[in-house]
């Protein structure tokens, strides 16, 4: 699976930070950064609970 972020749409408030760590850092900059691109299957769980719970919808899977 892939993680994608449309930075256009997110406004850095860290919902997926808060539900996945491991892959989302919402900095001192106030920006999103994504940890893994690429996570291990292991997190699909949380990554799909962000994706899901993003108050903007700025974040999709791929595969």
């Given amino acids: 699976m892939r993680v994608v972020v449309d930075f256009d749409l997110c406004e850095s408030n860290a919902v997926c930070m808060g539900i996945a760590p491991e892959v989302f850092e919402v ?6 950064y994504v940890l893994q691109e690429e996570p291990d299957e292991s997190l699909r769980a949380k990554v799909e609970e962000s994706v899901a719970r ?3 919808q700025a974040i999709t899977l791929e595969g």
């Fill in 27 to 32: 900095r001192d900059d106030d920006f999103l």
């Fill in 54 to 56: 993003c108050p903007k």
